[in-house]
Structures are given as C-alpha cells and as structure tokens.
C-alpha cells in the first residue's frame, strides 16, 4: 500500500471516530455506563496515545508527544481488570478540550510520519505498514466498543438521517445439515496484508457431521426460554438488553429501548454464559470455531470460499455489518448471505458466541514487539471466540482468518448465538 492509501484510511477511521463521539451528550463523557470500563472520555485520549505509543515512540523511537497524557490513556481495561477499574473510577479526567489539541497534535504527528514507517522495510512492523494498518484496526474495534457503550448508556443523540429500526418477528431457525470435513484455522504471515497475532500459525482441525440451525436465536425465542425458566434462575439468565418500559417489555439501542414488538426477530445479545444455557435447554451446544468455520466457509465438494457467499467481497445484501444501520435486523434479512450450505448471516447481525475457549494457534509469536500481550493477555481460559460480525463491524475484519473473543460472562457486546446438535455417528458422513 502506498502512502496515500494510509493516510486516507486513517483520515476514515478518524472520521468515524469523530462521528461517534459526536453523539455523545457533553455532559455524559464523564459518564461509565459499563462498571468495568473507562468514562467515554478517557477513549477519546486512548486513540491519539495509543497511536503515538504504537508508531512515533514504538517503531520510530520518537519522544513523547505529551508523557502525562501519553501514559495516563495508554492502557484500556478487560471487564475483569479490577486495577483497570479503580484507575476508572479516578475523581476527574483532563478537560476534553485538551484532549481533543492532544488528539489533533498526535493527528499532524502520525500523518507527517507515515513515510518514515513505510522506509523502514527491515522492520516487521514497517514492512508492508503493518503498524500503521495495527493502529487503523485497533481504532476500529474501538468504534464498536464506542457503540455497546453508547447501548448501555441509551442516551446518544441521533444523527441526521438515521434510518428507523427495522421490526418485525424475523425467520426461525431451520435445520441444515454440515457434512464432515477439515478445516484450516489460520494464515500464513506472508499471505495477507496484515494479521493480529493470533490469526497466524495453523490449525488443521477434521470436524465430523453435525446439525446446525440456519439463523441465530431470537429475542422472541429466548424470551420464551425465560417464561420456562423458575423465578430463581430467570434473574441470572435475563439479557441486559431486556428492560421495563412503561410496563412493557423493551429491547435497548444506542437511541433508547424500543418495544418488543420492533425488536423480538432480532438474534438475542446475550454473555457466553446464558447463550449455553439456552442451547442446552433446546436440547443441543454452541457450536465450536471450526464448526462455525466449516458451515461458513466449506462447500460439498470439498472448496474452500473466501466468504459464506462466495468469493466476492461483502454488499448490503449480504448482511447487516459495516454501519449500515443502527442496529440489528430481523433474523432472516439476508438470504444472499447464506453459505453454501445454507445457514445464514454467519457474518454480520452479531459476533456468534462459540464454546471454543481463545487460545494459541500453534505456532503463535505475540510478534507486534509493540503490542505483546494484544491476544497473549486473554488465553486464560475464561474468553470464548466469537465469530462472524455484528452491524458495527468495520467490513476490514470480514477476512477469514480474524479471530475476536469476550469473557463468557460479558453481556454488553453485539453478540449472536445458534445451537448446533450432534448427529449419530451414522449420519455424520
């Protein structure tokens, strides 16, 4: 990629980031909708530090371009991170003004630097721009972090435009049959542009037969698993999303809850935790990465696609990711979208809750010297891979060898689940 091609896509992802934080009331930036995260305002200082940590003090090997703020927004926070969370719960944050002549400097600083990145080819993380596209993606996961923190808080202004929610009861689930086959989980380092460290070494995985539904759980449905649920297990298995509003039930967005009735054929965000309760409850599992892998990315014969419809990059009729609305659609909306063994929006409506806990790839190298612990902090056991995307999924990460994950515990991401079921040895041919 040439120098104009990262200076544009940083000029995007800083717009957008602009975009987001413009729908922030002034008075909520202070405000931590999210117990264990930081105040909207510390993200707003955490893009321009992380930025110059990343390219002008840790590849170029520049000074600080302001050490006070270079360190105090250097570092987010995991939902289990209780140092994380006092350091959040500090009395008061820099005056956003300043943040915001903090963000611009750092802004000047990295554009005037992309040459110097580019010139130093030796380097792993010069070669092919690699820091410079670690920091494009590390700003926008954020955006979608910008967003379920907006869902929680249920304040954000509505931008000019806006389309309304799209209701309605959704499509249920059918069946659909994966036969055997293998799958690779994996790249190799030389054969995309840019990877995050987990997504390289390889995994050879040969997964038997199983049976899958075609689209994600609903609202309605998990709704109906609750009503079945006695009162003492009902609390713990409610959704965060699922709230009171003038005697009724009501769904959060980024604007506010709104009816049910709109949003009960949209797939339920639910944690990890309460998705496998669901799933057992219906008599089946979560399905795990490879098999996510497999019905999305396998064909009978054999092929491998590049995505679940096909090899041509992602449009609007093939799912509900990229921002191109302001929430999730009913399940079903998609067709285009459906693998070639028809199981549907496997990208996009939400990230899909697995039961593969994240670990290594074998042959894992933590090799951004810059940013080691980005995936080596989280192989503890308690994260799970989800897959796919969510409608606030920049569309850069629809490559097949991204891998994302949460705490199964957390409740707050743009989250989707399916159950899978097992078939008799029999049938798994």
Not at 25 to 50: C, K, N, V
Not at 137 to 164: I, K, N, S
Not at 173 to 185: K, S, W
């Amino acid at each position: 990629m040439t120098e104009a091609s990262f200076e544009a896509l940083l000029a995007a992802a800083w717009r957008r980031s602009d975009d987001l934080f413009a729908l922030i009331p002034e008075a909520s930036m202070g405000r931590r909708p999210i117990a264990l995260r930081h105040p909207f305002s510390f993200y707003l200082g955490h893009l321009p530090a992380f930025a110059w940590n990343q390219i002008g003090r840790g590849v170029l090997g520049l000074g600080p371009m302001r050490s006070d703020f270079d360190v105090l927004f250097e570092r987010g926070i995991d939902p289990a991170d209780e140092d994380g969370a006092r350091a959040a719960s500090r009395d008061a944050w820099p005056a956003i003004a300043e943040v915001i002549a903090y963000r611009d400097e750092v802004r000047r600083a990295v554009r005037a630097r992309i040459p110097d990145v580019l010139a130093r080819a030796e380097d792993v993380l010069g070669a092919r721009g690699r820091i410079l596209q670690l920091v494009i993606e590390h700003e926008r996961m954020h955006h979608e972090t910008l967003m379920y923190m907006l869902q929680e808080h249920g304040a954000a202004r509505r931008p000019d435009g806006a389309p309304a929610f799209v209701g309605g009861g959704g499509r249920a689930a059918e069946p659909r049959h994966v036969p055997a086959g293998r799958v690779v989980i994996g790249a190799d380092f030389e054969a995309i542009p840019f990877g995050w460290d987990n997504e390289f070494g390889r995994a050879e995985i040969d997964v038997p037969g199983f049976t899958i539904d075609s689209l994600p759980v609903r609202n309605g449905d998990y709704l109906a698993f609750l009503e079945a649920m006695e009162d003492g297990a009902r609390a713990a298995l409610t959704p965060r999303t699922f709230v009171r509003r003038g005697g009724g039930l009501a769904v959060k967005t980024i604007f506010g809850p709104v009816s049910f009735e709109v949003a009960s054929g949209w797939p339920a965000q639910v944690s990890g935790e309460q998705a496998r309760a669901y799933a057992v409850w219906r008599g089946g599992r979560l399905a795990t990465e490879a098999e996510l892998r497999r019905a999305a990315f396998g064909e009978p014969s054999g092929g491998v696609r590049a995505r679940p419809w096909g090899h041509a990059p992602g449009e609007p009729r093939h799912g509900q990711f990229g921002f191109r609305g302001w929430s999730p659609v009913p399940t079903g909306s998609h067709p285009d979208g459906a693998s070639a063994f028809g199981v549907e929006e496997l990208v996009g409506n939400g990230w899909e809750w697995t039961c593969t806990p994240f670990a290594p790839l074998p042959g894992f190298v933590a090799y951004a010297r810059t940013y080691p612990g980005y995936s080596a902090d989280f192989f503890d056991g308690e994260h799970d891979v989800v897959f796919g995307a969510s409608w606030a999924t920049d569309e850069g990460f629809l490559r097949p060898s991204f891998r994302n994950w949460y705490r199964r515990d957390y409740p707050y991401v743009f989250s989707s689940f399916r159950v899978v079921r097992e078939e008799p040895r029999s049938r798994r041919r």
